[in-house]
């Protein structure tokens, strides 16, 4: 079973329904190598340090532009995230730009990146968080 597939059954859904973007960037970050490390070392690698940076830390989250996410996470990430979610890329980009700051920065409450174990736990808080 997929972390994507748990995350499902934890809210109680069904195969057959789409996820929301933050669910399935949890998803996404859960399954991706390296998850939440790997994701901050790919923005690095990609000269955004600093945006990631303030994702991480405690102050304000910078913008990225959903173009820039698109080459960060590359194609096949992106075209994942379009599958659970149901939507076309074009319209998927600008809603990760959106929610993918506010999911690192609820995963990094004290500005570091905690450990891949207590990676689900903190995700499946943040989207406990979003549905109240």
Known sequence: MSLFDTIS?????????????PEALVAALGDHAGGLG???EKFESAGLGDTIASWVGTGANQSVEPQALHNVLGS?????????????????????????????????????????????????????????
């Open 9 to 21: 059954s934890l809210l109680g859904k069904s195969d057959d329904q789409t996820a929301s973007v």
């Open 76 to 132: 096949d990430l992106v075209q994942q995230i379009a599958a659970k979610t149901g939507l076309p890329v074009e319209q998927l980009l600008p809603q990760i730009a959106e929610h993918l700051p506010q999911l690192v920065d609820h995963l990094t409450p004290n500005g570091e990146v905690p450990p891949q174990g207590n990676l689900l736990d903190a995700g499946l808080a943040f989207l406990q968080n979003r549905m109240r």
């Open 38 to 40: 790997g994701l901050v």
